[in-house]
């Protein structure tokens, strides 16, 4: 049987402050500022930041939602680290760059024989570098991190769960992973050709408590994995649907990707996601990208009003260019109110 999904697309979760957040992916993990925009449903408007390799490529990009006004209850259905991978021999520098930053680390470690390092966000989010020798994507440099120590991607999420069999067979007969490997708690599912980008741990907690679902800051909200086109959006929605997984969305227009989401059976939030033509650099240059706010053009005459409730944010003066590319930008509708109190950080 052939399905859809060909590895990762996205990880999306809720952090505190937007500017301590911008100050973290860009200068702790030192990935690329790539778009400064809104979400676009609800009734508040609340920053959608995304982070990504120099390229923008599916299966690197980081996308947060800061979100203060709810703190976000960690715990089983959620997911539990965002795993980047980096090349063997740089968990040394990772060490002393953390130390530089003030960032606590738990030391080096093994899983699966790979050699990592967890760390954490200002808002508590878990995040970990893995060594992987196979890992051939090209990273993104900082004034602090060279090519050769970026992160170049994600490795894979790290999944807690209560039970692993009702999971299992959710991303075994629904979106076509295989089991690799059981690590003592840790149970290892790849897709494809395996390895970075395409592989997922579930980690078995059977008496952990049930985490939060909404946003909220310091939990993730959701995985997102890849599919090529809205036509395999429709058939893996179909395979849901198939084996009887009915909690499933529609196909979604997320602007610079088409989506659709489900949960699964251990509370884990899973998007496929089919980048849309023109992908990230759809409604500015590649060049430019993550240097302006953008908003939905239906949103456009709202700008000042929108600003005044979100909290002033400065992008890194050394986010330098790339390649030029613009495509037209997609439309849809939402409602935003103003919320009734002082912006974030005022």
């Not at 970026?150 to 894979?156: E, L, N, T």
């Amino acid at each position: 049987m052939d399905y859809p999904v060909t590895g990762l697309h996205h990880i999306t979760v809720c952090a505190g402050g937007a500017q301590e957040d911008i100050n973290f992916f860009t200068q702790v993990v030192g990935q690329r500022l790539i778009k400064q925009t809104i979400l676009f449903d609800g009734r508040y408007a609340h920053y959608h930041l995304y982070y990504a390799n120099g390229k923008a490529e599916p299966g690197t990009v980081m996308t947060t939602f800061p979100y203060n006004r709810v703190r976000g209850r960690t715990g089983s259905g959620q997911i539990q680290a965002t795993v980047y991978s980096i090349k063997p021999g740089t968990l040394t520098f990772w060490m002393d760059h953390l130390n530089k930053h003030r960032v606590v680390h738990r030391g080096i470690h093994e899983r699966f024989g790979q050699r990592f390092l967890h760390f954490e966000h200002p808002s508590g989010l878990a995040i970990e570098v893995i060594e992987d020798a196979a890992e051939m994507r090209e990273g993104w440099t900082t004034p602090e991190i060279a090519l050769s120590e970026s992160v170049r991607g994600f490795h894979g999420p790290l999944l807690s769960v209560r039970e692993i069999d009702e999971e299992e067979r959710f991303f075994v007969e629904a979106l076509g992973f295989r089991k690799t490997g059981v690590d003592g708690a840790y149970h290892r599912f790849e897709i494809g050709a395996g390895g970075a980008g395409k592989t997922l741990l579930l980690l078995h907690e059977p008496t952990r408590p049930q985490g939060s679902w909404g946003f909220g800051a310091g939990t993730a909200h959701h995985v997102a994995l890849d599919v090529p086109n809205d036509e395999a959006l429709a058939q893996q929605k179909a395979f849901y649907e198939e084996l009887g997984y009915t909690d499933t969305s529609e196909i979604k227009d997320r602007s610079y990707f088409h989506s659709i989401y489900t949960r699964s059976p251990g509370g884990i939030l899973v998007e496929c996601a089919a980048t849309a033509p023109g992908g990230f650099a759809r409604d500015e240059a590649f060049n430019q990208l993550g240097t302006h706010l953008l908003l939905p053009p239906w949103f456009e005459h709202r700008r000042e009003e929108i600003i005044a409730t979100l909290e002033p944010i400065r992008v890194p003066d050394w986010h330098a260019p790339v390649l030029p590319e613009v495509a037209a930008a997609s439309r849809r509708e939402a409602t935003f109110i103003t919320p009734e109190r002082s912006p974030i950080g005022a």
